[in-house]
Structure formats: C-alpha cells, structure tokens
C-alpha cells in the first residue's frame, strides 16, 4: 500500500507538471483560434463556442509567413552549422590536449557565454556596417554564432571527456591521423551530444529578436519570423488572434525537432555530464 501510494503520488505529480508546462501551449492555440470579443471576457474562456480555424489560412495569405519561416530557418540553420564547426574542433582540443594556457582559455571561452547580448550588439553594428553586411541575413547568423559557440564548446568538451581515449588510439595504431581519428572514431561515437548541442544552437538562433531587429532593415523579404509578428501589432487596435496564430506558425518546427531528436537530446545531456 505504502508503494502504490508513492506511485500515485508520483503520477500526480508528473501530471500537474505536465499540465503547467502544456498550458501556455494551449493558451496560445485557443488564443489564436478565439474571436476577438471572447479574448476580453471575464471569466475568461478556455476554449471558444465557435473556433476560428481559418485565422491561420488567413495569416498566411495576408502576410509573407512562409518568406519570414524560411529566412528564420536559413538564418538557424547557417548559424548551427558555423557554430559546430567552431565548438567540434574548440571542444575536442580543450578535452584532449594538455598545452600551457589551455584551462585559461576554456574559461575566457565560457566567461563570453556570461555577456548579454545586448552589450556586443554595438560593436557588432559597426563592424557588419564596415564590411556592408547589415540588412543581409549574414549578418544575423555570425552575430548568432558569438552567442551559441561560448556554449556548444563547453558542452562538447564535457561530452568528448566522456570518450575513452583508447578509441583514438587504437584507431591510430590502425594507420588513421589524429583527424581522421576525430572524424570517424569520435564524431560518430559523439552524435548524441552533437545533436543536442546543435539543438541547442538552433532554438537559440530561431528565438532571437534583438540581433534580427538590429542589423535587418525595413524590407520585410529580409525579416524572420520573430521580427515580423512585431509589426502585427497595430497603433490603436491588435489582432491577438492573429499574432497567437503567427506564433503558432514560429512555435510549431521547433516543437517537431524535438520530437523527433529528443531521445539524441537526453542522451547527449545526460551523457555530457557524467566524468
């Protein structure tokens, strides 16, 4: 009885936790699907007499959703890809190699993960203006890699000290060079916490604002997602059905990918922290 009542409460407990984190998700589908006089009422209602199911047809045809999607997923997916690149070979050396300065370096690498991103937003400015680079989406994926690299490197160290040494060697006594070693000893080996580091790197590139406010300009072929559910708000009146069902849009690949990566994700967490 003493088992079952911990079981019990167990449950309930995983189902209250659920039930928080689910919430706001559901909020945000019945918000958008709600007619603009019942998001108003009091009480409030939790799910509309007549949902509008049409508002994300509407959305889609009214505004340039699918162009902004894709700059957002251009800009994510350029950004992991200088992100890991960097954080591979950065991470793999501060694990294996043992040279004078080395640990100080790691530290100065994680201290950058500490700055906000609002102080390097100046000194990035001038130099994406230098070089003319503000209002490409170029410009939006090396300001993302100052942020996700810092990260990505401290958790592929974590996650390549993990990895016996032995692997490399034995795959160098076979005739493989140190890179080669890397690339099909370890990398493979590593791919739970490649997927979750590059996880990671894209939800952060994905949710950004700040950077894609800065250095984007006013046209919106060059916007993404979350810059242009910004101009929905109107100066008087605001459709909040409608900037729920962009969000919707914006939420819904990134709830996908970790649905489908998110066993890679748990692994590479899990396995990152142990020594």
């Known amino acids: 009885m003493k088992l079952r009542s911990s079981r019990i409460a167990l449950y309930l407990g995983v189902a209250a936790t659920c039930a928080v984190l689910l919430f706001p998700i559901y909020w945000l589908l019945v918000t958008a699907i709600s007619p603009p006089a019942d998001l108003r009422s009091l009480p409030p209602r939790f799910w509309p007499d007549v949902p509008q199911w049409q ?18 997923t251009l800009a994510a997916l350029g950004s992991v890809a200088l992100s890991m690149t960097v954080s591979v070979f950065a991470g793999y050396a501060l694990s294996r190699f043992r040279v004078r300065g080395g640990q100080s370096l790691g530290l100065f690498i994680l201290t950058a993960k500490m700055l906000p991103a609002t102080l390097l937003v100046i000194p990035l400015f001038g130099i994406f203006r ?54 099909r000893v370890i990398l493979p080996v590593a791919t739970p916490g490649l997927a979750a580091t590059a996880l990671y790197g894209f939800v952060l590139s994905w949710s950004d604002y700040a950077y894609a406010r800065t250095f984007l300009t006013n ?10 559910i910004t101009t929905m708000k ?18 819904l690949p990134i709830l996908v990918i970790y649905l489908f990566l998110e066993r890679y994700l748990v692994g590479g967490l899990t396995a990152g922290a142990e020594k």
């Open 234 to 251: 109107g100066e008087y009146v605001t459709d909040w059905n409608e900037i729920s069902a962009a969000a919707v849009f914006v939420a």
């Open 55 to 72: 508002v994300f047809s509407r959305i889609a045809e009214e505004r340039p959703m699918l162009l902004w999607l894709t700059n957002s």
């Open 130 to 183: 230098s070089v003319g680079l503000i209002g490409s989406l170029w410009s939006v994926v090396l300001a993302h890699a100052t942020l996700i690299v810092p990260f990505t490197t401290w958790m592929l160290k974590g996650y390549f000290d993990t990895i016996p040494r032995e692997l490399e060697q034995a795959a160098m006594v076979d005739g493989c060079s140190p890179l080669g070693a890397l690339f």
């Open 219 to 228: 046209a919106q072929q060059s916007w993404t997602a979350n810059l242009g």
